[in-house]
């Protein structure tokens, strides 16, 4: 054995109960709808660290109050900031309510992050229906 190296046990830390990291986006033709099933979740979501994008984080610390971390709005490069996030670990869950009969300027942002849950195996909700699924399980 080389000088300087010692052998050691390395003790294992127990892992605290990670609060639970949830992305919420909207298209402009959902924002009512995230912000009414945001009220609806309200205690819920409280318990959460909620990240958005840049209206939909708005509006749901105005409307039901909650805290919310604001990224950039989608179309300025938002989708692509919850993408990293994902990519790094750091999101459990991604509430977006698409809106799938509108075209969307940033439709490759949005195809980036919708490609880095699969990647990433986070689950996604595009609809109020998997959301709700989601949320009643998750939490």
Do not use: W, Y
Not at 23 to 37: C, E, G, P, T, Y
Not at 59 to 72: D, S
Not at 100 to 117: E, K, M, N, V, W
């Amino acid at each position: 054995m080389e000088k300087g190296h010692k052998i050691g046990v390395v003790s294992k830390s127990r892992k605290k109960a990670k609060t639970k990291t949830i992305a919420l986006i909207a298209h402009d033709a959902k924002k009512v709808d995230i912000v009414m099933f945001a009220n609806k979740h309200k205690d819920k979501l409280a318990q959460c660290e909620l990240i958005a994008t840049g209206a939909t984080g708005r509006a749901i610390r105005e409307k039901p109050g909650l805290e919310v971390k604001q990224m950039l709005g989608g179309p300025e490069g938002g989708d692509l900031q919850i993408a990293g996030l994902i990519a790094s670990g750091e999101i459990d869950l991604v509430i977006f309510l698409r809106d799938p009969l509108t075209a969307q300027p940033h439709d490759p942002d949005i195809f980036a992050l919708l490609r880095a849950c699969d990647v990433h195996n986070i689950p996604l909700a595009t609809n109020l229906a998997s959301s709700e699924a989601l949320i009643g399980s998750l939490l």
